[in-house]
Nanobody, 128 residues
Framework: EVQLQASGGGLVQAGGSLRLSCAAS????????IGWFRQAPGKEREGVSCISTTGSTAYADSVKGRFTISSDNAKNTVYLQMSSLKPEDTAVYYCTAVPGVYSRIGVGGLLWGFYDYWGQGTQVTVSS
């Protein structure tokens, strides 16, 4: 059974940092692309970042230069390092997975429909 568990959220002041983790189980981690999404109350779900099995990455324009996605295959975990946080980053963050080896992943990896699996989210709140 594919399972994804996001963690690491919390309350942080604007300008601060947080690192989210997505722990994966039930599948061969090396064969899946992983994505991060977020959804704030009253807003549409937004693709934040994604990483392919080859390490190719993509970011939403709203987080470029502030967020960094990385993968530790030995730990079956993907991280989202978030820096220079803004109040508008406040949302529930979800990680998602889709099987497939993608040499390059672009903005298509920021679409919810690209993924087959997702887990429960973690709340990130940025105070002004």
């Amino acid at each position: 059974e594919v399972q994804l568990q996001a963690s690491g959220g919390g309350l942080v002041q604007a300008g601060g940092s947080l690192r989210l983790s997505c722990a994966a189980s039930g599948f061969t981690f090396d064969d899946y692309a992983i994505g991060w999404f977020r959804q704030a109350p009253g807003k549409e779900r937004e693709g934040v970042s994604c990483i392919s099995t080859t390490g190719s990455t993509a970011y939403a324009d709203s987080v470029k230069g502030r967020f960094t996605i990385s993968s530790d295959n030995a730990k079956n975990t993907v991280y989202l390092q978030m820096s220079s946080l803004k109040p508008e980053d406040t949302a529930v963050y979800y990680c998602t997975a889709v099987p497939g080896v993608y040499s390059r992943i672009g903005v298509g990896g920021l679409l919810w429909g690209f993924y087959d699996y997702w887990g429960q989210g973690t709340q990130v709140t940025v105070s002004s």
